[in-house]
């Protein structure tokens, strides 16, 4: 039995003040949510993040993470030091750090061995284009994603992989509960080849246009086993419903 999990993506949002008021919310309302459950904010917030989610069971996570261990890379922020303070889980190869920033499949490689080796969870993301989606690649791309990454590293040292469709990301479009499930089987075959004990117990994630409206339905999928959420993690009320959408079974 995989335990759901849910992560919020704050993404560059938040201040001191709006982060203190979130996590006083989410701690509130949080009641008997059934998954685990995980925030990851922009670096400078992380240490604040750390010590309000404290002995909370909330998980603390970082958005992305240098590539390179550690040295005169100005701006950079290794995983040793997101280690250093007790940040458990990162997310690698966000599809915004992707495009934007041109990681490639074999810095979200390198980014994950680096954060298995300072002993923190990276949770992967992968995910197709639209033009890659209507030109029948989604398989092809998202495989391609995954096998990068575990030709570095062992399935069984992952946290999570997230699904995200890059045209259902901020968009308001979310992939149909169908559509999404067969790619996330195509990834648990994938890991089953490669592991298939780890890929039993490893938590795939969709990510893209989550909210409280849709997440039941997604959440139901065999294969779904929680989600990365950004929009709507942006009010604790909303993610907190999100997350309960996320059940054991
Ligand atoms: P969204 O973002 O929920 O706003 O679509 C998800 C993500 O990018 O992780």
Redesign the pocket.
Known sequence: MREPIVIA?W?MNGSTEANRVWVEKFLQLRGDLECRTAVCAPFVYLPQLVSLLKGSGVAVGAETVSSRKNGAFTGEVSADMLADIGVTLSIVG?S?RRTLWKETDEDVAEQAALLIEAGIAPVVCVGETLEERESGRTEEVVLRQLRAVLARVPAARLGAVAY?PVW????GRTATPEAAQAVHAALRAELRASDAAAADKLPLLY????KPANAHELFSCPDIDGG?????ALRAEDFHCVCSAARAD
Do not use: C, F, Q, W
């Open positions: 993506n993404k966000h915004e995200e259902a990301i901020g968009t990510g893209g246009s989550v990365l959420i950004g929009g709507a």
